[in-house]
């Protein structure tokens, strides 16, 4: 399905060539790449500095969790490092394939890249919804006049001009923005310690604790696990000979430092926090009204939320795509934007936004491990590499019937092991393991990966082998 819809106009030159990147999902021809390795460390690093990770520090004080600081520490640390491995390496498939993570896919999932395609999509728009409520209630903050539509608004133009404008424009934005940043949070973490508690105790013990532990993991690593359906998306222009172990460290160091320092800045304030939105969290516990830490933390707020949905656009034009749908990559982007405002909407008006956020995050993640273990299955059986021409054409891929049943096994296997509250009763018959026998525990990542991974490699070898 090569058309101009897809393909062939408009991929920027070298680094700093900001006109509109009018290709699509096509690979990008060897004598088109460019770009230093050392652009992939900024691209996940300044999209982390979000506050919906400060906000996932903060929730370590909620019932089902109850940790102490060192237990919450290290929980941090572990899944960061888990959910940024798999990111780390999906990341290292866009020199070698010149393609974005959605469009590779179509390897294994073949026609039924639909399903995972379309349910990217969606998950680009809710996590606009998710990164705006935070980003407008900012700038509501620093001009109180501002109604919370009009912040939005401030919020959605700017995310979405670079979204448009595609690949090289988003990565400047991340490498000026990751300098910019970095100085407003260090002022930040200089504020916060000298506020911060880490006198938290855990409220369970013995197989409780150790439940609400691997539960508390499951929440970090679902928000980094996010990006695994992004990873090569801003690898995709490198030379083919780039060194991919660099794009794998990098990739995983960016966004785990990134993610762990704002959920540690988190951490320590929990015991403050009200369970709210945390941009009024954070502006209260620098000073709020007349602090200037407060206000730069505010404006550091917005940056960041521009920063992280702007990729949330791009990707999601890339995923329409990919799913095999004729439209132009610049009005996807457009249509993710405005339906991202609408989301967010929804979310500031409908009242629980803890609960809310919590819910999305683990369910909204859910069916990423199962699509992780069907593309890495596929991607070494292929001894990692393959012929990126033969995605192109939609009608002439096969049926892939094989990553679709992976992934939907995968993630029914796990849902007795998953620990969300999103039409499922504690206790109840849909995460029975999980309630009654593993203290809460959420291991519904692990089980449905897995067995997804299993699934497809037993099942498709042959066939991957001979083609």
Same mark, same amino acid.
């Given at each position: 399905?090569?058309?101009?819809?897809?393909?062939?106009?408009?991929?920027? =030159?070298?680094?700093?060539?900001?006109?509109?990147?009018?290709? $699509?999902?096509?690979?990008?021809?060897?004598?088109?790449?460019?770009?230093?390795?050392?652009?992939?460390?900024?691209?996940?690093? =300044?999209?982390?500095?979000?506050?919906?990770?400060? +906000?996932?520090?903060?929730?370590?004080?909620?019932?089902?969790?109850?940790?102490?600081?060192?237990?919450?520490?290290?929980?941090?640390?572990?899944?960061?490092?888990?959910?940024?491995? &798999?990111?780390?390496?999906?990341?290292?498939?866009?020199?070698?394939?010149?393609?974005?993570?959605?469009? !590779? !896919?179509?390897?294994?999932? $073949?026609?039924?890249?639909?399903?995972?395609?379309? @349910? *990217?999509? +969606?998950?680009?728009?809710?996590?606009?919804?998710?990164?705006?409520?935070?980003?407008?209630?900012?700038?509501?903050?620093?001009?109180?006049?501002?109604?919370?539509?009009?912040?939005?608004?401030?919020?959605?133009?700017?995310?979405?001009?670079?979204?448009?404008?595609?690949?090289?424009?988003?990565?400047?934005?991340?490498?000026?923005?990751?300098?910019?940043?970095?100085?407003?949070?260090?002022?930040? =973490?200089?504020?916060?310690?000298?506020?911060?508690?880490?006198?938290?105790?855990?409220?369970?013990?013995?197989?409780?604790?150790?439940?609400?532990?691997?539960?508390?993991?499951?929440?970090?690593?679902?928000?980094?696990?996010?990006?695994?359906?992004?990873?090569?998306?801003?690898?995709?222009?490198?030379?083919?000979? =780039?060194?991919?172990?660099?794009? &794998?460290?990098?990739?995983?160091?960016?966004?785990?430092?990134?993610?762990?320092?704002?959920?540690?800045?988190?951490?320590?304030?929990?015991?403050?926090?009200?369970?709210?939105?945390?941009?009024?969290?954070?502006?209260?516990?620098?000073?709020?009204?007349?602090?200037?830490?407060?206000?730069?933390?505010?404006?550091?707020?917005?940056?960041?939320?521009?920063?992280? *949905?702007?990729? *949330?656009?791009?990707?999601?034009?890339?995923?329409?795509?990919?799913?095999?749908?004729?439209?132009?990559?610049?009005?996807?982007?457009?249509?993710?934007?405005?339906?991202?405002?609408?989301?967010?909407?929804?979310?500031?008006?409908?009242?629980?936004?803890?609960?809310?956020?919590?819910?999305?995050?683990?369910?909204?993640?859910?069916?990423?491990?199962?699509?992780?273990?069907?593309? @890495?299955?596929?991607?070494?059986?292929?001894?990692?590499?393959?012929?990126?021409?033969?995605?192109? *054409?939609?009608?002439?891929?096969?049926?892939?019937?094989?990553?679709?049943?992976? @992934?939907?096994? $995968?993630?029914?296997?796990?849902?007795?092991?998953?620990?969300?509250?999103?039409?499922?009763?504690?206790?109840?018959?849909?995460?029975?393991?999980?309630?009654?026998?593993?203290?809460?525990?959420?291991?519904?990542?692990?089980?449905?990966?897995?067995?997804? +991974?299993?699934?497809?490699?037993?099942? !498709?070898?042959?066939?991957?082998?001979?083609?």
């Amino acid at each position: 399905m090569t058309s101009n819809l897809m393909s062939s106009e408009g991929m920027p =030159t070298r680094e700093g060539d900001l006109s509109i990147e009018g290709h $699509g999902m096509d690979p990008i021809p060897d004598g088109s790449r460019y770009g230093s390795v050392g652009r992939v460390f900024t691209v996940w690093f =300044t999209p982390n500095l979000v506050p919906a990770a400060f +906000f996932i520090g903060t929730l370590v004080t909620a019932d089902f969790l109850k940790l102490g600081f060192l237990t919450s520490l290290l929980a941090i640390v572990v899944g960061n490092v888990v959910g940024s491995y &798999f990111v780390a390496l999906l990341s290292t498939m866009g020199p070698k394939l010149g393609l974005a993570q959605m469009p !590779a !896919a179509r390897l294994p999932f $073949g026609k039924s890249i639909v399903v995972p395609g379309l @349910l *990217n999509w +969606f998950s680009t728009i809710g996590w606009d919804g998710i990164n705006s409520v935070f980003g407008a209630i900012a700038i509501t903050i620093l001009i109180p006049a501002l109604p919370f539509w009009g912040a939005l608004i401030i919020i959605v133009a700017a995310q979405a001009a670079l979204g448009i404008i595609g690949y090289e424009a988003i990565h400047q934005f991340e490498k000026w923005m990751a300098v910019v940043l970095g100085a407003m949070f260090i002022i930040l =973490t200089i504020s916060v310690l000298g506020k911060g508690d880490m006198t938290l105790a855990d409220g369970f013990s013995g197989l409780d604790q150790i439940g609400a532990f691997i539960g508390y993991v499951a929440i970090v690593a679902s928000f980094v696990l996010a990006w695994c359906l992004y990873a090569s998306d801003y690898s995709r222009y490198l030379p083919s000979s =780039t060194d991919t172990g660099k794009v &794998f460290w990098y990739t995983l160091g960016g966004m785990a430092i990134a993610s762990a320092w704002l959920e540690i800045l988190g951490l320590l304030v929990a015991g403050a926090a009200t369970g709210g939105e945390s941009s009024d969290t954070i502006y209260a516990v620098l000073g709020g009204s007349g602090s200037l830490a407060a206000a730069l933390a505010m404006v550091a707020i917005a940056i960041g939320t521009v920063a992280v *949905n702007a990729m *949330n656009d791009y990707t999601g034009s890339l995923s329409l795509q990919a799913a095999g749908l004729k439209i132009p990559r610049v009005y996807s982007a457009a249509a993710v934007a405005v339906l991202g405002f609408l989301f967010t909407l929804f979310l500031q008006y409908n009242g629980d936004f803890a609960g809310n956020f919590i819910n999305f995050i683990l369910f909204i993640s859910y069916w990423i491990t199962p699509f992780v273990g069907v593309v @890495l299955a596929d991607w070494y059986l292929r001894g990692r590499k393959a012929d990126a021409s033969s995605i192109v *054409n939609f009608s002439q891929l096969p049926m892939g019937t094989i990553g679709l049943v992976a @992934l939907i096994v $995968g993630f029914v296997v796990g849902i007795p092991f998953q620990n969300s509250s999103l039409g499922f009763t504690w206790g109840g018959p849909f995460n029975y393991i999980t309630a009654n026998y593993l203290h809460g525990a959420d291991l519904a990542y692990y089980v449905g990966g897995g067995v997804a +991974f299993l699934i497809y490699w037993f099942g !498709a070898r042959k066939a991957v082998k001979a083609a």
